[in-house]
């Protein structure tokens, strides 16, 4: 698990990541104020690379089309 922040909006991006196919994380800014800009991701050894870099691509993708 890890946490990420963001210029963009947390629910906007997980929203554009799952059009994308993919559980994009949880927006922690429901818990705390102060990680409002903050996606929490968890990977498992499940997960290939082909998959994780499948989710990459899908943040990137995501990102690109918000801004």
């Given at each position: 698990e890890?946490?990420?922040?963001t210029s963009?909006?947390?629910?906007?991006?997980?929203t554009?990541?799952?059009?994308?196919?993919?559980?994009?994380?949880?927006?922690?800014?429901?818990?705390?104020?102060?990680?409002?800009?903050?996606?929490?991701?968890?990977?498992?050894?499940?997960?290939?690379?082909?998959?994780?870099?499948?989710?990459?691509?899908?943040?990137?993708?995501?990102?690109?089309?918000?801004?």
């Amino acid at each position: 698990e890890f946490v990420i922040r963001t210029s963009v909006d947390p629910a906007r991006l997980l929203t554009e990541v799952g059009l994308r196919g993919y559980h994009g994380g949880i927006a922690l800014g429901r818990w705390d104020p102060e990680l409002a800009d903050s996606i929490l991701i968890a990977v498992t050894e499940k997960r290939t690379s082909r998959e994780i870099d499948g989710l990459v691509d899908a943040y990137a993708d995501a990102i690109e089309h918000l801004r």
